[in-house]
């Protein structure tokens, strides 16, 4: 807890607050800084409002309050009392650091950025300060500052096994997978029961080296004491370990334990999904077409489906390219659609969209924009973003659930930890997507995945063809592509195109049976399993 009080003002024997005389203001302190060391948050709460209630002025006492706040979900107040805090002393840099652990809760990752960076010009050797930076320097997709400030935390504090973990997951993001390797064994070495390396670890193409903390994860005692998010961590790298070893039955009993824990802190909730689809659906049937002259616009292309549907992949195909700037999974086509429809707009959605991209420093002639999710968005895309060329990324749809159910995401997509919901948001993009291609068929093409990892030349020919750029055999080598990539494929697409995870589903039949069920309800699949 970073700002925790003064405990400097507290006496031995804190003052008893009388009910008929009017506490002090130290009186006031004592008792709040009390309670919260104890562990009350209820009455800490209450004696820190009391406090400010009064009129005093503590930027501890804000500071405190803010750390509270924001444990209770009120990031907002947080946020307020923090800059209250930093307001009467501007050099405390606890306030600066937990006002940019709010910002980056709260999405602003600029904001949150410049926090931290404020905490270490105050406290040059506070490495929390740096390895925080890092966390939302990858989030902007800045990796290399990111691997710089995980590695100025390590030389503060070389000790501290998250540090390694941390580096070693920004190691990955960049490619330099040995190195990865080895910052997540420095991560276990310094602290053998720290959870999340060992998931690091498991999803790299690790070495025979070091078979210690295989063994380790494996270990009854390891899940002693341990949170539910560690243990998660431990099943799902029990999992991947089990997998490579071609152990499947066992695999999926760690799958069924590390997603069940996911669905009890965050279940599933397909129908938002699915009723957001067909909102969008309608609403892009009530949009008037494109107003403005294609010519004026670069190219945009969009990258949807579903997720693990081998889209990074393509998009590392694409930006082999050195006029593309690959946007990743960005969000700003919601954000400005959404924007858009609460009050009247001097700019286009398609005009507000590049301004946007171009404010984020990028000067390409094209981009390549793979949030998934804008399969919803495909009507809205089609009818208002010119030279929009939309690939709608597919693959055998048991393959595609059961790679969601193996893939432990950081954050969002929770529907992934239930195979059934799956199927549901499955189908739900195929169907949509069905509908826009039966409006929209020559701005949408069909990208096979199975089809493309089994005969790449022709397939990627043929979309380079479609996209209307002139041949170059770079495309066929997307493994040798420089670029960061944040996400679960980060690993898979450092290796040449290979066919290794087509079929994969018939290993995982049994644990396949929820999706199944589903899946055959539509004719198309109504003989996947047979």
């Known amino acids: 807890m970073k700002g925790f009080g003064d405990q400097n003002k507290l006496n031995k024997h804190p003052d008893k607050i009388s009910k008929t005389t009017k506490p002090s203001k130290q009186q006031i302190y004592n ?8 562990g009350n948050i209820t009455e800490a709460a209450k004696y820190y409002q009391y406090f400010i209630n009064q009129g005093f002025e503590d930027y501890g006492v804000f500071s405190n309050y803010g750390v509270i706040l924001k444990g209770l979900g009120k990031l907002k107040e947080a946020e307020l009392c923090y800059r209250k805090a930093i307001k009467i002393n501007p050099d405390f840099y606890k306030a600066h650091f937990n006002l940019g652990n709010v910002m980056k809760d709260l999405g602003k990752l600029k904001e949150a950025e410049f926090c931290y960076l404020k905490a270490i010009e105050i406290n040059a050797s506070f490495a929390d300060a740096y390895t925080n930076l890092g966390n939302v320097l990858r989030d902007l997709g800045n990796l290399h500052q990111a691997e710089i400030a995980f590695r100025k935390a390590i030389k503060i504090n070389p000790n501290f096994a998250m540090f390694h973990s941390n580096l070693g997951g920004i190691l990955k993001d960049l490619g330099k997978l040995k190195e990865a390797e080895s910052s997540c064994l420095k991560a276990i070495e310094i602290n053998p029961d720290y959870a999340r390396a060992y998931f690091s670890i498991s999803n790299l193409k690790y070495s025979n080296k070091n078979k210690k903390w295989k063994k380790n994860v494996f270990s009854e005692s390891i899940l002693i004491n341990k949170s539910k998010k560690d243990q998660i961590n431990i099943y799902f790298a029990r999992a991947n370990v089990l997998h490579n070893e071609k152990n499947y039955n066992k695999c999926a009993e760690n799958l069924l334990l590390a997603n069940d824990l996911k669905l009890g802190i965050s279940p599933s909730k397909p129908e938002l999904i699915l009723n957001k689809s067909q909102s969008l659906l309608f609403e892009s049937d009530k949009i008037t077409n ?19 549907c081998g889209s990074t992949l393509l998009e590392s195909i694409l930006s082999m390219n050195i006029n593309v700037d690959d946007l990743g999974e960005i969000e700003i086509l919601e954000e400005l659609y959404l924007e858009s429809k609460k009050s009247d707009q001097s700019l286009s959605l398609a005009k507000n ?16 924009n793979k949030n998934l999710f804008n399969y919803q968005y495909t009507g809205i895309i089609a009818k208002k973003i010119p030279n929009a060329k939309i690939i709608h990324c597919f693959r055998n749809p048991l393959d595609n659930i059961l790679s969601l159910f193996r893939a432990h995401f950081a954050r969002g997509i929770e529907y992934s930890s239930s195979l059934a919901d799956s199927a ?8 949509i997507m069905t509908e826009y291609k039966n409006r929209f068929r020559t701005k949408i093409y069909d990208l096979n995945y199975d089809s493309l990892v089994t005969n790449p030349e022709k397939e990627i020919r043929s979309l380079i063809s479609w996209i209307g750029w002139q041949w170059e055999d770079m495309y066929l080598s997307p493994h040798l592509n420089s670029r960061s990539v944040l996400t679960r494929s980060s690993v898979q697409v450092r290796y040449p195109i290979n066919s290794k995870s087509i079929g994969n589903w018939k290993n995982y039949k049994e644990l396949l049976k929820p999706a199944i069920e589903i899946i055959n309800q539509n004719k198309k699949y109504k003989n996947l399993v047979s």
């Open 31 to 38: 008792q709040a800084i009390q309670f919260h060391a104890k």
């Open 290 to 308: 494109i107003e403005e002259d294609n010519i004026k616009y670069p190219q945009s292309i969009f990258i949807v489906g579903m997720p693990r």
């Open 353 to 368: 969209y590049w301004k946007k991209i171009k404010d984020s420093n990028k000067n390409f002639n094209i981009t390549t």
């Open 424 to 431: 549901k948001v499955y189908l739900d993009q195929e169907t």
